[in-house]
């Protein structure tokens, strides 16, 4: 996978800044598998919540949003002490699921550490089934689409996944 520079990736907002503490490294001295998908889903909900999507959707609105597919790619290992970055980008979304690639970013040595691609959906908790966005989240999203699309560098993606 041909990530984004640093450079390109600093242009957005960075979400879930913060050191890597001991605690999170694993036997191989470098962040733990599932510190890089926890912190890479934290920053993606963070994102979510300028866009009509807040934390708290499931206990105020009965909505939420739930992971369908996850593909995840490692380029260079964060270790302990390193600052790092979450930066999200959206692909495009259907009538009731998003395509969005998530970065983690090392701060400390100014690189791309990890790529997360994900395709999540809204979900109706009364049901516990997909349901259609809100018309003011879809709106929310599709500007933010809109925006992700117009950056200047490419959006690659892993192939194995796409909206349905």
């Known amino acids: 996978m041909v990530a984004p520079t640093y450079d390109e990736l600093s242009a957005l907002p960075a979400y879930c800044e913060q050191v890597v503490p001991q605690g999170f490294e694993d036997i191989n001295g470098h962040l733990n598998i599932r510190h890089y998908v926890g912190i890479a889903s934290e920053g993606l909900d963070e994102s979510l919540v300028g866009l009509g999507i807040p934390m708290q959707w499931p206990n105020i609105a009965g909505q939420a949003v739930f992971t369908a597919e996850h593909h995840m790619t490692y380029l260079h290992e ?25 970065y983690l970013v090392d701060e400390t040595h100014q690189r791309v550490s990890f790529v997360m691609e994900e395709i999540f959906l809204h979900i109706d908790l009364e049901t516990r089934k997909t349901s259609d966005w809100p018309a003011d989240v879809a709106e ?23 909206l349905r």
Request: hydrophobic share 50%; proline share 2%; net charge positive.
């Open 78 to 102: 964060l270790r302990t002490g390193d600052s790092l970055s979450v930066r999200v980008r959206l692909l495009g979304r259907s009538d009731r699921a998003v395509h969005a690639l998530v």
């Open 140 to 162: 929310q999203l599709d500007a933010q689409i809109k925006l992700d699309a117009d950056l200047p560098f490419a959006a690659t993606t892993s192939g194995a996944m796409a």
